[in-house]
């Protein structure tokens, strides 16, 4: 089993819907959560973190559950400039990041 | 802005040769990173670096050496180039006290091909 695992996807999803990405990770003394966006044939760049009480910027909610080791991220209104893959990424204690492989999202006109 | 700088954005080698891929970041980061991404397999870590001469292995070191002799620049080294080391190699750092603390910020990767 990967230490994290995010749902295959592809989604495809037309403008103005929402859309919700699952991650699950299997180490239960990780520290640290982040979803990153990264567009085609370009660096992941940080998305945002997540907090244990859950956090919001603007369109995007991100939230943790740590009893079910469970993230999530929620695209609301979405826009044609959010199409990129989504990358779940958790930070042991010991300081190493693992990544998921990954959802992509294509908004459609 | 943190900027990460890997030297190379392209690189095609033969078989066997020794390969040498830099990153250099501006921001006094303590901690580097290098891995590679390949298609349905995601980002694996190769090694990293928590300070300067350290080093540790990530999840795929075979067939890869780093250095890092100073604070601001990671290289990693492929002794002998195989085909099977054909990937993107994705460099990162990150500083472990705040502002920012535990955010990876990456280069913008070399695309590397073994003939």
């Known amino acids: 089993r990967k230490e994290v695992e995010q749902d295959p996807g592809p989604f495809n999803v037309p403008e103005g819907a929402t859309v919700a990405f699952n991650c699950t990770y299997s180490n239960s003394a990780s520290q640290s959560f982040f979803w990153y966006r990264q567009d085609c044939r370009k660096e992941p760049k940080l998305l945002m973190s997540?907090?244990?009480s859950g956090n919001e910027d603007g369109r995007f909610t991100a939230q943790l559950n740590r009893a079910s080791q469970y993230i999530s991220l929620l695209i609301r209104d979405s826009k044609l400039s959010d199409s990129a893959t989504y990358l779940c990424?958790?930070?042991?204690?010991?300081?190493?990041?693992?990544f998921g492989d990954g959802t992509t999202l294509t908004v459609k006109p | 802005d943190v900027k990460v700088t890997q030297s190379s954005r392209y690189l095609v080698k033969r078989t066997g040769e020794k390969v040498f891929l830099e990153c250099v970041q501006d921001?006094?980061?303590?901690?580097m990173f290098w891995y590679r991404q390949d298609p349905g397999l995601g980002l694996r870590l190769i090694y990293f670096s928590y300070d300067v001469k350290m080093k540790e292995k990530g999840d795929i070191p075979e067939g890869y050496s780093v250095s890092r002799e100073k604070k601001e620049r990671f290289s990693l080294i492929l002794e002998s180039a195989s085909t099977n080391q054909t990937s993107m190699y994705l460099c990162a750092s990150r500083r472990t006290g705040p502002p920012g603390a535990n955010v990876l910020t990456f280069g913008a990767g070399s695309r590397l091909t073994v003939l």
């Open positions: 921001m006094d980061h303590e901690n």
């Open positions: 990424v958790v930070r042991s204690n010991a300081g190493k990041s693992t």
């Open positions: 997540v907090y244990s």
